[in-house]
């Protein structure tokens, strides 16, 4: 078993910054996918980004590139995401997950774990 914890979401201005942790524990391993999706009240759960297990490979939600960063720290078995410019349509619970397939966590949004989220409101 894998658990992840989120943290770092909070109350930011339009235009400010914000960086989201994800700490695994547990049976971790370096070759998990890890990403980041978020849900907006009343809307489905979106993908957002998501980096392999080396952090060679990464990818974004056409609605982030450009302004968030995903990077992963694997001797500390963490994975970030960096946020700027952000915008009041980012407002919403960031949730992380994990799971051994790269692919299927970036096309289907299908994950072995996920951690319980942290909010995340940008006002305008």
């Known amino acids: 078993q894998v658990q992840l914890a989120e943290s ?3 109350l930011v201005q339009a235009g400010g910054s914000l960086r989201l942790s994800c700490a ?8 998990y996918a890890m990403g980041w999706f978020r849900q907006a009240p ?14 060679s ?11 968030f960063t995903i990077s992963r720290d694997n001797a500390k078995n963490t994975v970030y995401l960096q946020m700027n410019s952000l915008k009041p349509e980012d407002t919403a ?3 992380c997950a994990a799971t051994g397939d790269f692919t ?21």
Do not use: N, P
């Open 104 to 124: 299927t966590l970036w096309i289907r949004g299908i994950a072995d774990y996920w951690g319980q989220g942290t909010q995340v409101t940008v006002s305008s």
């Open 24 to 31: 695994a524990s547990g049976r971790t391993s370096s070759r």
């Open 8 to 10: 770092g979401g909070g």
């Open 57 to 67: 490979t990464t990818k974004y939600a056409d609605s982030v590139k450009g302004r």
């Open 42 to 55: 009343g809307k489905e759960r979106e993908f957002v980004a998501v980096i392999s297990g080396s952090g």
């Open 93 to 95: 619970v960031y949730y």
